[in-house]
């Protein structure tokens, strides 16, 4: 799979290990589900995302979501796992310091990485426990996957590392939306130079393997009281 280098960062579950493993029961699908699930097992497979499991320690249902523009979603009930792994306080941004810290600029870009999260790897050792059935076997994330208790603050500190430079000043990060703050008020920024920051950001991102996509930009913005 391609991504962000294990030598950047992985990332670790941290499992009490103390705690008893759990299998949870086989839940059965209807076989329009079934199909749902085969589909994106295999997606996930070409991706080099997952890989197959034998007799491993935890394991963990599959679950089916409609999303609100009518297609599905399946997501691993990592529940049981999730509890036998500490909570990492790694800090995450306060919502209102980044809206004040976006007010007073002309022009704001909103973008997020593509498939962020599954960019990042799973250290090799804690792989197994990601463990999930479908009614075709059992396979386990190469990938950090959704639903794990620390993901995201894996990820804010990744973005932090990669941003260290630019959040604060010309960008706002809160996990895997990302902010580009571009002409303040009353500053003599050019269009030339939003270029030279839009390309720093994309090579950083590039480098580091993850792909960002624009969602929207807003033009004056201003701060709501």
Request: aromatic letters at 8%; glycine letters at 6%.
């Amino acid at each position: 799979m391609t991504g962000i280098s294990k030598d950047i960062i992985t990332h670790k579950l941290g499992i009490d290990r103390s705690i008893k493993p759990i299998h949870q029961k086989r839940r059965k699908f209807a076989p329009e589900r079934n199909a749902i699930i085969q589909e994106e097992v295999e997606r996930l497979l070409r991706a080099g995302m997952i890989r197959e499991v034998k007799y491993p320690k935890w394991l963990a249902n599959v679950v089916v979501v409609q999303k609100k523009n009518g297609k599905w979603r399946v997501c691993v009930d990592f529940t049981d796992l999730n509890k036998a792994c500490p909570k990492d306080p790694f800090p995450l941004p306060h919502i209102d310091s980044m809206m004040d810290a976006t007010a007073g600029h002309e022009l704001l870009t909103f973008m997020d990485a593509s498939s962020g999260f599954q960019q990042i790897q799973m250290e090799p050792s804690d792989q197994e426990d990601t463990a999930f059935m479908t009614p075709t076997g059992l396979y386990c994330y190469i990938a950090m996957p959704f639903g794990l208790r620390n993901a995201g603050a894996t990820y804010q500190r990744l973005v932090n590392m990669m941003f260290k430079d630019q959040i604060g000043k010309t960008m706002e990060v809160y996990i895997d939306d990302m902010v580009e703050c571009h002409y303040p008020r009353r500053s003599r920024e050019t269009t030339s130079s939003r270029y030279d920051q839009r390309g720093k950001v994309s090579k950083m991102v590039s480098q580091c393997g993850c792909c960002p996509k624009e969602k929207r930009k807003v033009e004056g913005m201003c701060r709501l009281h």
